[in-house]
């Protein structure tokens, strides 16, 4: 078990058998070794929580090979950032019609991405509840900064995203007039200016 | 009687102008058969791509300032699809290789891609796509695109020296550039790819006591280069994996047989190459390393000044 690793590991280069550890990211196994996918360090983490079956087995370390924050300049975001099933996404709103929002990711997890990704937050995934009254007229308009979760990689040009949740849905709106608004509750905004009441599908604040 | 009105000719004729013959002297080969060429190879000099590379070699001893191979790779990706693209559950992979027009010595190119050009970025799509992940990346586009600056000068084959190589070393250095490129792009690979070229060549006349009939056999030259002056029989060029032992790409050009019913022309070649290829894949590992470790460096705060020296490999 006591197997030391390369400093830096490159692609293809095996590093341990895969009767040892568990494989993460950045690795893949090959003729039972896992091997290096990417060139990084070489880490071994201790699984977070292990499952019950696992707990009687002796559990195993998982390898992964890990990019160094460090190794690109600081402008460049990191790669291999793609939206995944699951994955917490900020958006803006750039059109909607009454059957869905279509709206440009930028933001995937906690790392702003190079690209935008097209997505769409559908009438039915708008809210968990009384989904059959949800009007996307009053739930976002263009220009919204929403919060969602990514549900499905979708049809070929669109993600599908879901704002059903009560931490999920509009996070930074502005007034027809131009003003920021604040959220009041789940579904009402107030400018801040006038007061005018606005409807959105409000996230909670954190 | 003279003509006043025109200028006239000399009235007896004159004879034309002879220059010396320009002596076309071949290059005489100055490496050993089974000698690579010292590699140059950088990543991440192209701040708005991915990941990038450039790939040097220098030309043959006796011509220190002749033109070179150079050949510079950029990565972009993965990054979403034109929305007009079907959906695909892989990344794909576009390489795209283009000649600048300045690449060759003699004659200017043009910008328009032509059909060597779309010949070789496919052969090239060929060989990387197996070493990339493209499962990892579903919906999405990985483009590479190569730029060669400078070609060793032929591409143009002449027909009575034998085979051209120029082409062949142009797509394994390409193949070695890409794949450094997309390991400093941080794209998941299941392994790199390093290009590697072989030929078969005419022994030279004057090696040493050849004139029997049996020693007329070809001979087994690793890394040729166009301006070796070789008069190549025929040439191999693969894309290679060294860590899984596959190859991705093979491309022979001329004309390959059973030498005395013995030895297979094509497995030489393709030992040739692929031992070119593994010896070029330790090149490319300390290239994809070096920036690491100057991030690394960087991050402990203990980089000198001199640090990122070129790897560089003499074998």
Known sequence: MATTFPNIAIPGQPLAFATSYTPGTGVHVFNDQICASIVGQPQLSTPASPSRKEKDQEVKQVLSVLRPASGKSEDVALVNLLPQVGSMVLARVTRINPRQATVEIFVVGDTVSNDEFQGIIRQQDVRATEKDKVRIFSSFRPGDIVRAQVISLGDQSNYYLSTASNSLGVVVAHSDSGDPLHPLNWRQMASSRTGAIEERKVAKPI | ?315
């Not at chain 2, 701040?47 to 220098?58: H, I, N, Q, V």
């Not at chain 2, 005419?202 to 029997?212: E, G, V």
């Not at chain 2, 002056?229 to 050009?253: D, F, H, N, P």
Request: proline share 7%; aromatic share 4%.
């Open chain 2, 1 to 315: 009687m003279t003509d006043r009105r025109r200028i006239n000719g000399p009235s007896e004729g004159t004879t034309p102008p002879v220059f010396a013959s320009a002596v076309v002297t071949k290059p005489t080969p100055t490496r050993a058969p089974d000698s690579l060429r010292k590699i140059f190879l950088k990543t991440s000099l192209t701040p708005p791509a991915t990941g990038s590379a450039f790939l040097e070699l220098p030309s043959p001893a006796p011509y220190p300032n002749s033109s070179t191979l150079k050949i510079t790779a950029s990565v972009y990706g993965p990054r979403p699809l034109p929305s007009s693209a079907a959906f695909s559950p892989h990344a794909r992979l576009t390489a795209e290789l283009k000649f600048a027009p300045f690449s060759t010595p003699h004659k200017r190119r043009g910008y328009v891609r032509d059909a060597v050009e779309r010949d070789l970025s496919v052969q090239l799509q060929n060989a990387l796509v197996k070493s990339i992940k493209t499962g990892a990346y579903p919906k999405s586009g990985i483009d590479v695109f190569i730029t060669v600056l400078d070609c060793e000068g032929g591409l143009d084959g002449d027909d009575d020296e034998g085979v051209e190589v120029g082409l062949m070393g142009v797509l394994a250095g390409a193949i070695t550039c890409a794949s450094a490129a997309v390991a400093d792009a941080g794209i998941e690979c299941v392994d790199l790819v390093s290009g590697g070229v072989a030929a078969l060549v005419k022994r030279p006349q004057n090696s040493d006591a050849m004139d029997t009939d049996g020693m007329n056999a070809p001979m087994l030259v690793l890394d040729p280069s166009p301006a070796d002056g070789y008069q190549i029989l025929s040439a191999a060029v693969v894309g290679y994996m060294a860590g899984r032992e596959e190859v991705t790409l093979l491309w022979t050009k001329g004309s390959v047989g059973i030498l005395d019913g013995e030895e297979d022309e094509l497995d030489l070649l393709m030992d040739g190459a692929i031992m070119t290829a593994t010896a070029v894949r330790l090149v490319l590992n300390e290239a994809v390393k070096e920036r690491m470790l100057l991030g690394l460096a960087r991050s402990k705060g203990k980089l000198k000044e001199d640090g990122g020296g070129d790897v560089a490999m003499s074998s």
